[in-house]
């Protein structure tokens, strides 16, 4: 979904401001559903630790067809209120309740809000789907209220509630820089040989936090434009297959070492066949692309049985369809 079609013609816009001295009070109906899809990360290249204790990236992510279903409905109190399917993320922290909060606060309205999340996504996981779902409530209430959020006012309240999250706004393919927050989106291009992924979530769970702390400077890309992210970038421009090394994750040496239950995931896939495998973000989860859906099922069948959780999955570019009105 590109930013141009988010905008609202000016009809809307011009209904919207009309109505908005009594927004506060008025009482929407209905319910929505919306899907927020998963990602993987095709580079990522670590440029330096910033004054802020971030660090500056180059990353290429992808969306893909693994995802989690949010159903937004009307209510009658005050208050945003979420059930999830995962019992622990059922909490005023779940990154989908702060997105509704910040909704109403830009524009004081008092409308309620029950959200129930479906969690296919797994969490803590590298796939990014608390960012995910975040962005997705912030698209399914702009389209339903008819808000006129600028392309810069999504950025921006995205920006606030996590460095992936601006990403998820558009998905496909895209070049995101800086925290994560600079997005900008590539060609919508994917490489035959990468037409089937398998996703594979080691049992554990690994924190972004600590690994990016415990991560040293000779993990570090050389030079301050992302190399590896670049030459993705103009292969898929070129509408070509990126060389094997440039799809490199800066994160995987310490993550690997850190974790020998995702090193050990990571030779059973090789293993099983898989001819190439990566972690996405700070993992744990890896990935591995497939150029014909009989191999990827055949290594998914054969990891399932040793009783790893294993998804197939594709690249996908989401678009205006994506929320459902009711």
Not at 131 to 149: K, Y
Not at 209 to 216: E, G, H, I, K, T
Not at 231 to 249: G, I, Q, W, Y
Not at 308 to 322: E, F, K, Q
């Amino acid at each position: 979904m590109g930013y141009s079609s988010l905008k609202l013609d000016k009809f809307l816009i011009s209904m919207h401001n009309a109505r908005m001295s009594h927004a506060q009070q008025a009482q929407i109906s209905g319910f929505c559903f919306v899907r927020a899809y998963a990602k993987i990360n095709l580079t990522l290249d670590i440029l330096g630790r910033r004054a802020d204790g971030y660090h500056d990236l180059a990353t290429v992510m992808q969306t893909v067809d693994l995802y989690d279903t949010l159903c937004l409905t009307a209510t009658s109190d005050d208050r945003v209120s979420l059930i999830c399917t995962t019992p622990e993320l059922s909490n005023n922290e779940n990154l989908a309740v702060r997105a509704a909060q910040l909704v109403r606060q830009r524009f004081a309205l008092r409308q309620g809000i029950g959200i129930e999340l479906y969690k296919r996504i797994p969490i803590a996981a590298g796939l990014g789907g608390g960012s995910s779902d975040a962005a997705a409530v912030l698209l399914a209430l702009q389209q339903w209220w008819q808000l006129p959020f600028s392309s810069s006012d999504l950025l921006n309240m995205a920006a606030t509630l996590g460095s992936d999250v601006p990403f998820f706004l558009t998905g496909g393919p895209a070049l995101c820089e800086g925290r994560g927050e600079r997005v900008t989106t590539l060609a919508p291009y994917w490489p035959p040989s990468m037409r089937w992924l398998l996703l594979l979530k080691p049992a554990i769970s690994v924190s972004t936090a600590a690994v990016f702390r415990s991560l040293p400077a000779s993990d570090y890309t050389d030079g301050t434009y992302g190399t590896h992210s670049r030459a993705v970038c103009a292969a898929f421009d070129a509408r070509s297959t990126p060389r094997l090394e440039d799809l490199h994750n800066g994160l995987e040496r310490s993550v690997l070492e850190t974790y020998p239950e995702v090193a050990r995931a990571r030779k059973d896939l090789l293993d099983a066949g898989a001819s190439f495998v990566q972690l996405s973000g700070s993992g744990p989860t890896l990935f591995a692309p497939f150029s014909e859906l009989f191999c990827a099922r055949r290594v998914q069948e054969h990891m399932q049985a040793q009783g790893y959780d294993v998804y197939l999955s594709r690249a996908i570019h989401p678009d205006a369809g994506n929320v459902c009105f009711f």
